[in-house]
């Protein structure tokens, strides 16, 4: 017979000591929850977050029907264990969806206002990523959002209402850019981005302020604009800033993915933006360094896909950075 694992083990340990606790059903159903979140804040594998699923299922079993508002919440919590689990297919994300519309009306009607917010922005990232799935609407991910908005406000919440505006950015710039309204959701998307940006700081909220500032340089590098050299520079601007937060120490797959995209944006700019003409030889060649150490990282990390395409815009640059007769004889 197996070993159990540690995780089996604990689960175990946990349903043994809640079913001979002298509780009542409603206490027993929220130490489940408690368990359950407890192996949720830093899971160690996939493995604790479907056992933080069991815990809350369990929960759910045995909480009386007169507490309604104890079920939505462990729903709630549910819901984010659902989302961060990862999966080939869409069923965690959905039933992670189930959770949190089953919760809200309850909620609404017994819960607090942070409660309700944290459950409507974890539905509109629910949604979001249900999207490209084409299992749900970015535009309901967008209205998620912007309810808990109502309560996630700059001066009360500043942490939830970066994190809110970023994930409002990223939506907007997830829609089809093949309307008339293209243009407008793309200056939305560098609103909210700088908006989040205006309450959130280097010392304060290192996470967030860093992860705004690389995503606004995607967001400045990509947008449609007549000004995309200003842009440009504006973008890498952008990256620096959260560079001080990313760390290939630190945070190696984070700065990896900023440094791609700094040098992304370098090898599209000028060496003197005063003279475009003379070209970005000295910028191509700080771009190739950036690949290479990214791609270092990714191996490092097994992450052979973006690993791939780094080494595809090396290349890229490799046969740029040839001398124009050279190209023409390679080919």
Same mark, same amino acid.
């Given at each position: 017979m197996a070993a159990l694992s540690r995780t089996q083990s604990q689960v175990t340990a946990a349903m043994n000591a809640v079913e001979e606790a002298r509780a009542t059903p409603s206490e027993k159903a929220d130490m489940l929850m408690q368990i359950a979140m407890g192996l949720q804040i830093k899971p160690k594998s996939v493995e604790d977050l479907e056992a933080a699923v069991h815990l809350y299922r369990a929960?759910?079993?045995?909480?009386?029907?007169? =507490?309604?508002?104890?079920?939505?919440?462990?729903r709630a919590r549910m819901g984010t264990a659902l989302m961060a689990t990862p999966s080939r297919d869409a069923e965690p994300l959905l039933a992670?969806?189930?959770? #949190?519309?089953?919760?809200?009306? $309850?909620?609404?009607r017994e819960g607090g206002a942070e409660e309700?917010? =944290?459950?409507?922005?974890?539905l509109g990232l629910t949604l979001q990523s249900l999207a490209p799935l084409h299992k749900a609407s970015i535009?309901?991910?967008?209205?998620?959002?912007?309810? +808990?908005?109502?309560? #996630?406000?700059?001066?009360?919440?500043p942490k939830e209402?970066?994190?809110?505006? @970023?994930?409002?950015?990223?939506?907007?710039? !997830?829609?089809?850019?093949?309307? =008339?309204? !293209?243009?407008?959701?793309?200056?939305l998307a560098v609103g909210a981005f700088e908006e989040g940006l205006s309450v959130v700081n280097l010392i304060d909220h290192p996470a967030e302020y860093a992860m705004l500032q690389n995503n606004l340089?995607?967001?400045l590098q990509y947008v449609s604009s007549s000004h995309s050299v200003e842009n440009g520079y504006r973008a890498?601007?952008?990256?620096?800033?959260?560079?001080? $937060?990313?760390? +290939? !120490?630190? !945070?190696?797959?984070?700065?990896?993915?900023?440094?791609?995209?700094?040098? @992304?944006?370098?090898a599209n700019l000028p060496d003197d933006p005063a003279d475009p003409a003379r070209g970005n030889q000295d910028n191509l060649r700080v771009a190739m360094e950036l690949y290479r150490e990214a791609r270092q990282i990714y191996l490092a990390q097994d992450q052979t896909e973006s690993a791939a395409i780094v080494a595809a815009a090396i290349q890229d640059i490799e046969t740029d950075l040839l001398p124009a007769a050279l190209r $023409? +004889?390679?080919h």
């Open positions: 929960g759910l079993a045995i909480c009386p029907a007169e =507490e309604p508002a104890l079920a939505a919440r462990i992670a969806r189930t959770a #949190f519309e089953a919760a809200l009306p $309850v909620l609404h309700i917010a =944290e459950a409507e922005m974890n535009q309901d991910a967008i209205g998620a959002y912007q309810r +808990a908005l109502r309560t #996630f406000d700059k001066h009360r919440h209402f970066a994190i809110l505006q @970023n994930n409002l950015a990223t939506a907007f710039l !997830s829609m089809p850019f093949t309307d =008339e309204k !293209s243009k407008m959701r793309e200056a340089g995607n967001a890498l601007e952008a990256y620096d800033e959260a560079l001080k $937060v990313r760390t +290939a !120490s630190a !945070s190696p797959g984070e700065y990896a993915n900023t440094i791609s995209n700094k040098a @992304n944006c370098l $023409v +004889a390679g």
